[in-house]
């Protein structure tokens, strides 16, 4: 079988990438940190889209996500990464491991401290991993906007952080944007000509389908407390385009019925609640209209069966 005559139709199924001028420079950077310390709201700001959900609580990023920052002189791949922590249970484990092997995969790795607090034992922990990794560090203190009491006692306590390792630092909000110009420049400071490694307008390389799930989890997140946010998995079940609308259905798993009732409420309450904010955040995602059904299953201990973590998508990538 002659497989060149099929080529040309398959190279003009891609978009078109372009040729990177004399100069240009590109490659990977990690973003690697304590949990809740603002790597996906960064990420987001960065790229100018919602591509990672956040929340207040902890642990909110299961995946390594990548995000795409293209400007006239570089193409930066942002990989925002599960916040490291002591984990509790399988699902725990894979999330750090990924983190960790981030940091050995990336051109340069990004680590995010929270500038509200200072530095402690589990930036330390970070800090000593991302120098064992032999990439270039940039050291980032991240809500610059919400530091009170002592600025700047709480700036000595990374900027001795540092120093200990000879890392540039600086100080930014990834909310307001503040201070993400420098942060830009010594991000790409280290990084090799390169080309292009994806159109300049991708913001990301996940599936839409990714991210509407996200979408979902993230008001579970948001409006349900305790241990059901950390309990939850979503699963996308269909979605079928229609000429004026998009059909969404999903299902909500959660590891036991008491997790069930809640996420369900009185007389479907908290699904109907999720179901509305989650649509509202597709619709954007997609720009169009949705239709969003939700239903919820028990799936005892999911979070420690190994299967079950990889049918969800969690899995130890190298
Ligand atoms: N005031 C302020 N809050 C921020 C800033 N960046 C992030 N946050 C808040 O910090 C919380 C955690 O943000 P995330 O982006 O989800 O944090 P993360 O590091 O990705 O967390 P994990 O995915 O759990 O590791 C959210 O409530 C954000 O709104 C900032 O620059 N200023
Ligand atoms: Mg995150």
Request: charged content about 20%.
């Amino acid at each position: 079988m002659d497989e060149s005559a099929d080529l040309p139709a398959i190279a003009l199924d891609y978009p078109l990438i372009p040729t990177a001028p004399p100069g240009f420079k590109s490659g990977f950077v990690g973003i690697v940190g304590r949990p809740n310390v603002g790597k996906s709201t960064l990420m987001n700001q960065l790229v100018g889209q919602k591509i990672a959900i956040t929340s207040p609580i902890a642990q909110t990023t299961r995946n390594r996500l990548r995000g795409i920052l293209t400007t006239p002189t570089a193409q930066i791949i942002l990989v925002d990464t599960p916040g490291i922590h002591k984990p509790q249970h399988q699902l725990g484990e894979v999330l750090v491991k990924n983190a960790q092997n981030v940091m050995h995969a990336v051109d340069v790795l990004l680590v995010v401290v929270d500038s509200t607090v200072a530095a402690g034992r589990g930036d330390r922990f970070i800090a000593e991993l991302a120098n064992q990794s032999q990439v270039p560090v940039v050291l980032g203190l991240n809500k610059a906007d919400q530091q009170e009491a002592e600025p700047a006692l709480l700036d000595q306590s990374y900027e001795a952080l540092a120093q200990e390792y000879g890392w540039p630092w600086v100080k930014f909000s990834a909310i307001t944007g503040e201070g993400l110009e420098p942060l830009m420049a010594q991000l790409i400071s280290p990084l090799d000509p390169g080309p292009y490694y994806y159109p300049p307008d991708l913001v990301t390389d996940q599936p839409e389908r990714f991210i509407m799930g996200e979408l979902i989890r993230e008001q579970v997140l948001l409006m349900t407390r305790e241990e059901v946010p950390h309990s939850t998995a979503i699963v996308i079940d269909r979605v079928v385009e229609e000429p004026t609308i998009t059909r969404v259905l999903a299902t909500i798993q959660v590891e036991r019925d008491s997790q069930k009732g809640i996420l369900i409420g009185k007389g479907g309450s908290m699904l109907k609640a999720i179901g509305t904010a989650a649509r509202e955040q597709i619709q954007k995602l997609i720009a169009g209209k949705v239709y969003l059904e939700l239903f919820v299953k028990v799936q005892p201990k999911w979070r420690q069966s190994r299967s079950n973590l990889a049918d969800l998508g969690y899995q130890v990538e190298e």
